[in-house]
């Protein structure tokens, strides 16, 4: 899979995604349909570009623990929106599910392809903030539920993931290979 294909594909999943919203504006609407398109990406990279279903398997798991952790959380801290609707501000669902398909296309297919995705829920997070859905502090929080879920559950489809980790006692580099 080239990277211009894959961008090209974002890029239609985007147009094809359109069907969203009713928002408010532009950047309001362009963040709804990325929330959706970037996901959906991921899924089908996994459907169209590899043999086997561990890949489909590995994508519901991310998406599906990210939601059922930014869902409870919701539900437990009951926070006010910034234009005062109530009441599910934190965490961000749309930064949640952005982020989560972003780093599933990092962990499964590498940089290479995880860049415009990255970019992609960064703007999605941008506009929750921009259109007074939500607090910096519930984008921030719903970026790291949606990145925390595609480690966990995410592994590369073919070569080298290298990822940093650190916890109380010592700092390093985790190695994985996949052929």
Not at 168 to 178: K, R
């Amino acid at each position: 899979m080239t990277t211009q294909m894959f961008t090209a594909s974002l890029v239609l999943m985007t147009l094809c995604c359109a069907r969203q919203v009713a928002a408010d504006d532009a950047v309001e609407t362009a963040g709804d349909v990325l929330m959706a398109a970037i996901p959906l990406a991921g899924l089908g990279a996994t459907v169209v570009h590899e043999e086997g279903s561990e890949g489909t398997v590995q994508f519901f798991l991310t998406l599906g623990a990210s939601e059922l952790a930014t869902q409870g959380l919701k539900e437990i801290t009951d926070k006010r929106r910034p234009n005062g609707n109530c009441c599910e501000s934190f965490p961000s669902g749309h930064s949640s599910r952005a982020f989560a398909g972003a780093t599933f296309i990092q962990q499964r297919y590498g940089w290479k392809y995880a860049l415009p995705a990255y970019v992609g829920a960064a703007f999605v997070a941008y506009s929750r903030v921009e259109a007074d859905k939500h607090f910096v502090e519930d984008v921030i929080a719903g970026a790291a539920i949606g990145i925390a879920s595609g480690i966990v559950f995410t592994s590369p489809y073919r070569g080298v993931a290298v990822m940093p980790y650190a916890d109380a006692s010592s700092v390093g580099v985790h190695l994985a290979a996949c052929w």
